[in-house]
């Protein structure tokens, strides 16, 4: 374990594996590089349907991920993330902006030029639940690519999927069976088969093990790491938990309201991170240690995430930053490199070695000294919900760690009544598209690799399904 891998000692993550090959590689050419990103939602009302305001999800996003790297994108919820990741796989149109695969621009490209393109990028979703066709076995699921690409694999399609089944940890056998015959973590793995069906080059995993209950995380984690080494994936992963970020990413971009406002190697971040915001998030990652928890202080901020309709002016944070001063109300700070390969956006970074004398220097989760601004760095031990319990008066950070999705993802799934009929109905789009990111799994992953494929007459299989699941442990279990 490296020290940066150490620092926040967090999580059920780090208790399992050595996550430290994603530090050993080396950077190659630069896979895909975003310039300008924007995403402005205009929101409508009434009747007429008139414009009565614009949501800035995404503000103006530069960033590269290099091929063989992993990228961490974290934040809060509602900064930005996931809109962030749908359009770096075209599944979201940008505002502005370009986004270059391979050195090819991919904004402007109509869905038929995207289609052959789509194949190099795939995504993972956070809520392997209704990322997957419930209608659908196994087999079609992970099989769809093969077919919406036109491409057949030596062997077929069958064989090829039952490999990649085994691949992810899953058995061949499971080809007929439904998603709801397997527990939490199991359909992740289905939902990760398909998305290297097609051996792409890049995987935009959004909160890929949020939804799963934290004793199934590790495992999908290290799961993501091994198949990374052995394809020379490049990851894009996306996550409100800077836990899980830590230990499969080589850089991280830590991002506010709709921007990035600091972007660093892992070690770099997590030793000397520099936005006070980076600050408050990794004082509130839990420390499972009692006697390092007792010795580390936690920041919490006062007052709530803005609105992205209507972001405060110059630096985002100001309304909830220590430090902030007048400078920071009406001149935003350009994201700049400050020390080597780490670029940050504010006036008054922390950690800054002294002779640079940019800014004051504070320990990471210590009080910042003398604070002006209207928020207070307060100091808690204690984990984040009873952290916020105790200090009723304060705002916590958004903690980066937050429970298990509802309804205990990994609980063993329900016997199977299964039919078609008889399985939750997929959220409309409509409502999938205004109300959340993720609740639109399930059409984009379709589209991700085409369009929607139903498949008509399309009867379940005959093995009966048996207790879903159980027989097959995953094989990355840590
Ligand atoms: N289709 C949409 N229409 C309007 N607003 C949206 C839409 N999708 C996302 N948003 C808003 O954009 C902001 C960023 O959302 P999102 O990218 O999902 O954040 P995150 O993934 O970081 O939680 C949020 O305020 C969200 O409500
Ligand atoms: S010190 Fe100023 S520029 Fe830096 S994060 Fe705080 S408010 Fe923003
Ligand atoms: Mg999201």
């Given at each position: 374990m490296t020290e940066g891998a150490r620092a926040g000692d967090d999580v059920n993550v780090a208790?399992?594996?050595?996550?430290?090959?994603?530090?050993?590689?080396?950077?190659?050419?630069?896979?895909?590089?975003?310039?300008?990103?924007?995403?402005?939602?205009?929101?409508?009302?009434?009747?007429?349907?008139?414009?009565?305001?614009?949501?800035?999800?995404?503000?103006?996003?530069d960033f590269d991920i290099r091929e063989g790297e992993t990228l961490g994108l974290v934040g809060e919820s509602g900064c930005g993330k996931s809109t962030t990741g749908r359009m770096v796989m075209r599944l979201l149109e940008p505002s502005e902006g370009t986004i270059e695969f391979g050195g090819?621009?991919?904004?402007?490209?109509?869905?038929?030029?995207?289609?052959?393109?789509?194949?190099?990028?795939q995504m993972i979703f956070q809520d392997p639940q209704s990322s997957l066709n419930p209608r659908h076995t196994v087999g079609t699921i992970v099989g769809l690519p093969f077919r919406l690409q036109k491409v057949t694999p030596e062997g077929g399609v069958k064989k090829a999927v039952q490999e990649l089944l085994e691949l992810v940890g899953l058995s061949p056998e499971h080809y007929n069976r439904y998603p709801h015959e397997f527990s939490g973590g199991q359909r992740q793995r289905i939902g990760i088969a398909r998305a290297l069906a097609l051996r792409p080059k890049l995987v935009v995993a959004d909160e890929p093990v949020?939804?799963?209950?934290?004793?199934?995380?590790a495992?999908?984690?290290n799961l993501l790491d091994d198949l990374q080494s052995e394809f020379g994936l490049t990851y894009l992963i996306i996550a409100h938990d800077l836990s899980v970020v830590r230990h499969t990413s080589d850089r991280v971009a830590v991002m506010y309201l709709g921007k990035i406002v600091e972007i660093?190697?892992?070690?770099?971040?997590?030793?000397?991170?520099?936005?006070?915001?980076?600050?408050?998030?990794?004082?509130?990652?839990?420390?499972?240690?009692?006697?390092?928890r007792e010795s580390r202080d936690r920041i919490l901020l006062k007052g709530d995430v803005p609105s992205p309709m209507d972001p405060p002016p110059a630096c985002r944070f100001h309304t909830r930053c220590w430090k902030a001063q007048d400078i920071c109300k009406t001149r935003e700070p350009p994201l700049a490199e400050l020390t080597t390969r780490h670029q940050?956006?504010?006036?008054?970074?922390?950690?800054?070695?002294?002779?640079?004398?940019?800014?004051?220097?504070?320990?990471?989760?210590?009080?910042?000294?003398?604070?002006t601004?209207?928020?207070?760095?307060?100091?808690?031990?204690?984990?984040?919900?009873?952290?916020?319990?105790?200090?009723?008066?304060?705002?916590?950070?958004?903690?980066?760690?937050?429970?298990?999705?509802?309804?205990?993802?990994?609980?063993?799934?329900?016997?199977?009544?299964?039919?078609?009929?008889?399985?939750?109905?997929?959220?409309?789009?409509?409502?999938?598209?205004?109300?959340?990111?993720?609740?639109?799994?399930?059409?984009?992953?379709?589209?991700?690799?085409?369009?929607?494929?139903?498949?008509?007459?399309?009867?379940?299989?005959?093995?009966?399904?048996?207790?879903?699941?159980?027989?097959?442990p995953p094989t990355s279990a840590p």
């Open positions: 208790q399992t594996g050595e996550p430290e090959a994603a530090s050993r590689r080396e950077p190659g050419d630069v896979l895909v590089r975003v310039r300008g990103l924007r995403k402005h939602f205009p929101i409508r009302s009434g009747m007429t349907r008139r414009r009565a305001g614009t949501v800035k999800a995404v503000d103006g996003l090819r621009d991919l904004t402007g490209l109509s869905r038929g030029q995207l289609r052959p393109l789509r194949r190099d990028f949020s939804a799963l209950d934290v004793s199934i995380q495992q999908v984690v660093a190697d892992r070690e770099d971040l997590y030793t000397s991170p520099k936005h006070p915001y980076t600050v408050a998030l990794m004082s509130a990652v839990p420390v499972p240690d009692p006697a390092r940050v956006a504010c006036h008054f970074p922390e950690n800054m070695p002294a002779e640079d004398g940019a800014g004051e220097a504070v320990l990471l989760g210590k009080r910042a000294p003398g604070g601004g209207p928020a207070v760095a307060a100091v808690a031990a204690g984990e984040g919900a009873e952290a916020a319990a105790e200090s009723p008066a304060e705002t916590v950070v958004e903690t980066p760690v937050e429970s298990p999705a509802e309804g205990g993802a990994d609980a063993p799934a329900e016997p199977a009544a299964g039919t078609a009929g008889k399985t939750p109905a997929e959220p409309s789009a409509e409502t999938s598209a205004r109300t959340s990111a993720e609740g639109d799994a399930a059409a984009s992953v379709e589209s991700s690799t085409g369009t929607p494929a139903e498949t008509p007459g399309e009867t379940p299989a005959e093995d009966s399904p048996k207790a879903p699941g159980k027989d097959t």
